[in-house]
Each structure stands twice: as structure tokens, then as C-alpha cells.
């Protein structure tokens, strides 16, 4: 995680929490929900954390390690926490997304994710990014 989003340090409007979170910091939001871990043979290299809500599941920090981009990573962590929620009878998945990220947003708008709220984040704007899972 900390080195997909190295890229942002400095970057970012509002710096991303992302980089001062700490191991015992990601244990304990672990605890609270869960995580995936992307592999290529031995190789980890993709990692999301999820929240469990009312009917609801929270993604975030969904990152990807630099030199693997591109090649659908980030989609298939989606795509599995898609199917998690779906096998906890939950109805939507939802991500906060930064107004300063565009290539961010147009990913999750190309899988499916409507933005349906922005609200200030300090420095930047945040949208809730919202994809139903009902019929599916
Ligand atoms: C955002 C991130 C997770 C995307 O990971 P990824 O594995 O490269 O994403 P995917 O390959 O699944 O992307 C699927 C689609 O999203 C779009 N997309 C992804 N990266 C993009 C970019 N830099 N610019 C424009 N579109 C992009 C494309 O439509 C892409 O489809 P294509 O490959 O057919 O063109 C990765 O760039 C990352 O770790 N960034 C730093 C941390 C971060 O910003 N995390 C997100 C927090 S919300």
C-alpha cells in the first residue's frame, strides 16, 4: 500500500492517510473489516481493505504496485469485493474517491461505480462512489 501511494506524497491537495498509517494502524482496520491480497505467481502485489456497513460494503485504499498496473489488478480486487458483499447478502459497494484523482474516478466509473455525493476533504473534494448490487 505504502508503495502504490508514494507516488502522492508531496501531491496531493490534501495528503493521503494512506502514508502515515502505521502496520499496527492497518492490523487494527483490518480487525475492524477485512483485506484482500492481489498475487501474480508469489508476488504480492495488489492489497484493498473493506468495512462491513448495515448493507453496505466500504473500500479503500486500493492500491497497486507501480510496475503492475495496467493489467486489470485494481478491477479484480473490485470485482472480489463485489462478490464478497454479494455472498454477505449486502446490496451495494461504495469507495471514496478524490476529486483530484480523475484517472481514479474514471476507473471506478469504467467498473460500474456512479459518484453520487463530493464533500470537502480538507484541501480537496471527496465523492462517495456508489455501484448497487441488487439483480446481479
Ligand atoms: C488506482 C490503481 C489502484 C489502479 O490499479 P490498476 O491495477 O492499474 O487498475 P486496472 O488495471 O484495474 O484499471 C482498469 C481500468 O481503469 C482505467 N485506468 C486505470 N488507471 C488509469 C490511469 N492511470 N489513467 C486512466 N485510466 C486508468 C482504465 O480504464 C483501465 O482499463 P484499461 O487498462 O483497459 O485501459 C493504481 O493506479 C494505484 O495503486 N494508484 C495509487 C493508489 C491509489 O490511488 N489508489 C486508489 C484509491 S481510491
Known sequence: MREAFAEYDGKLPQPSGALRETVEDVRRAMAEGGAALAFIGETG?????????ADALY??????????????????????????????????????????????????????????????????????MIKPLSGQ
Open 59 to 128: 473500500v479503500g485504499r486500493v492500491a497497486v504496485l507501480p510496475g503492475y498496473r495496467r493489467r486489470g489488478i485494481a478491477s479484480a480486487l473490485m470485482a472480489f469485493m463485489e462478490q464478497h458483499a454479494r455472498e454477505m447478502g449486502l446490496t451495494r459497494v461504495h469507495i471514496g474517491v478524490r476529486e483530484s484523482l480523475p484517472s481514479n474516478l474514471a476507473l471506478y466509473e469504467s467498473l460500474g461505480y456512479e459518484r453520487v455525493n463530493v464533500e470537502p476533504h480538507d484541501a480537496d473534494r471527496s465523492w462517495t
Open 45 to 53: 502485489v495488489g492489497s484493498a481493505r473493506y468495512l462491513l456497513e
